[in-house]
């Protein structure tokens, strides 16, 4: 079966502007995850839907970045405007069940770089 | 709030010999416990998982792990290293909170590379 897509792979912006991302999980996963890895750290939770709903945004700095799932599949993640502390990869996961700890199934991630 | 400790940024290890990643947790209930792989260019993989039970997990590529809970740790292991085993190793603990968020809380990573 086909993984977890995301678009772009890399992003090249100045500081203020404003960067999306895409996500298309596997087909049929009902819960979809965004997770920011600073170079070396490990990835951090943004925001995770369950369907369309979201479930947790507790991490997700609301000032600046917003989230969407529309109809329950692909996903977009935005960042506007962007600082240069947001350059990093952003991981797009998705999960195939409402069940607790089904295993999350990673995208290739998009590497942001902010000038 | 849990957390996850990996104390070794690095790790050199010959190919052929045994491996062991350390992997500490906090977390004041029993956790959800994960060891994920990352390869250069690759997403994240999946290596095992312990939820209850046998404290001994196997996992894919011959990967296996042991929770203490008297030490609070995870450790990773192999008997034997490849040289494709070179890469990130991550640790993952994971909380039950309300409305199914079980979203993973992440440590910093390992590096491991193998020596010919």
């Known amino acids: 079966e086909a993984g977890v897509a995301q678009s772009p792979r890399y992003k090249i912006i100045e500081k203020r502007q404003s960067v999306a991302f895409w996500c298309n999980p596997i087909?049929?996963?009902?819960?979809l995850y965004w997770y920011q890895q600073i170079l070396g750290q490990g990835p951090k939770l943004l925001i995770q839907?369950?369907?369309?709903?979201?479930?947790?945004d507790s991490q997700l700095p609301k000032d600046r970045f917003s989230a969407e799932r529309l109809k329950g599949v692909d996903s977009t993640l935005k960042i506007q405007p962007a600082k240069l502390e947001d350059s990093a990869v952003y991981l797009c996961?998705?999960?195939?069940?409402?069940?607790?700890?089904?295993?999350?199934?990673f995208g290739p991630g998009t590497r942001l770089t902010v000038l | 709030a849990q957390s996850v400790t990996q104390p070794d940024i690095h790790i050199t290890v010959s190919e052929g010999a045994s491996l062991e990643l350390r992997c500490n947790y906090s977390y004041g209930a029993t956790p959800y416990l994960f060891w994920y792989v990352q390869s250069p260019g690759q997403g994240l993989q999946l290596l095992l998982k312990?939820?209850?039970?046998?404290?001994l997990v196997q996992g894919i590529k011959g990967f296996e792990a042991e929770f203490k809970r008297s030490q609070s740790s995870f450790n990773l292991r192999k008997p034997s290293v490849h040289w494709s085993d070179a890469a990130e190793y991550f640790c993952?603990?994971?909380?039950?909170f309300g409305r199914g968020a079980d979203g993973l809380t992440f440590g910093k990573g390992t590096h491991l590379i193998i020596q010919p």
């Open positions: 312990y939820f209850s039970g046998d404290t």
């Open positions: 996961a998705s999960s195939p069940s409402l069940e607790y700890y089904n295993e999350q199934f």
């Open positions: 993952a603990v994971g909380a039950r």
């Open positions: 839907f369950q369907n369309n709903g979201v479930v947790d």
């Open positions: 087909s049929g996963h009902a819960t």
